[in-house]
Antibody, heavy 123, light 110 residues
Framework: QVQLVQSGAEVKKPGASVKVSCKAS????????INWVRQATGQGLEWMGW????????GYAQKFQGRVTMTRNTSISTAYMELSSLRSEDTAVYYC????????????????WGQGTLVTVSS | QSVLTQPPSASGTPGQRVTISCSGS????????VYWYQQLPGTAPKLLIY???QRPSGVPDRFSGSKSGTSASLAISGLRSEDEADYYC???????????FGTGTKVTVL
């Protein structure tokens, strides 16, 4: 079965960076796009961007451009999301989520989700 | 800020039908598929509806989706206590070149 297992909770100081990992299993990692979505406590879902694990191509939400980097290591079927220049407003649960099928952007929406990684930014 | 607008709350008694709306624009709902998610407290979202009105296997047929123009709706019929959750719509936005989520609707079973 498809599984996405994310790295553990992180506590970071303002200005630092955080790198969250997402290890995929149960399918061919390079065949399906990966989204990253975050959710602050009590708030809604916020899409951060996507990555094609085969080509490494990425697309980032305008809000995060310049601060987020999505990468992958195909040899271990793992995707990464790094967010820099952290501020308190970045405190949230970060999810990786796989697209349902291969297809265009209209099919990118998440289907399988990781368990989430809590990132806390505090001085 | 979300570009897809949902009512903040909806409620019903067990067995009733509840409908949640999702209002967007020509660049998102008007030209792309709509998805619906259910999020129970403390858990990751779960896909309920894809391609406007399709259910993944395992999702009860009590959940149904529809789309008309730049708006979409999720209907829950035969409301059950376990349906108490937050619900989000989503779609690709051609103008933003990104996925957008709705503001979210909290469903309460009275």
């Amino acid at each position: 079965q498809v599984q996405l297992v994310q790295s553990g909770a992180e506590v970071k100081k303002p200005g630092a960076s955080v790198k969250v990992s997402c290890k995929a299993s149960g399918y061919t990692f390079t065949s399906y796009d990966i989204n990253w979505v975050r959710q602050a406590t009590g708030q809604g879902l916020e899409w951060m961007g996507w990555m094609n694990p085969n080509s490494g191509n990425t697309g980032y939400a305008q809000k995060f451009q310049g601060r987020v980097t999505m990468t992958r290591n195909t040899s271990i079927s793992t995707a990464y999301m790094e967010l820099s220049s952290l501020r308190s407003e970045d405190t949230a649960v970060y999810y990786c989520a796989r697209a349902r099928v291969k297809g265009g952007f209209g099919e990118l929406a998440p289907y399988y989700w990781g368990q989430g990684t809590l990132v806390t930014v505090s001085s | 800020q979300s570009v897809l607008t949902q009512p903040p709350s909806a409620s019903g008694t067990p067995g009733q039908r509840v409908t949640i709306s999702c209002s967007g624009s020509s660049s998102n709902i008007g030209s792309n598929y709509v998805y619906w998610y259910q999020q129970l407290p403390g858990t990751a979202p779960k896909l309920l509806i894809y391609r406007n009105n399709q259910r993944p296997s395992g999702v009860p047929d009590r959940f149904s989706g529809s789309k008309s123009g730049t708006s979409a709706s999720l209907a829950i019929s035969g409301l059950r206590s376990e349906d108490e959750a937050d619900y989000y719509c989503a779609a690709w936005d051609d103008s933003l070149s990104g996925q957008v989520f709705g503001t979210g609707t909290k469903v309460t079973v009275l």
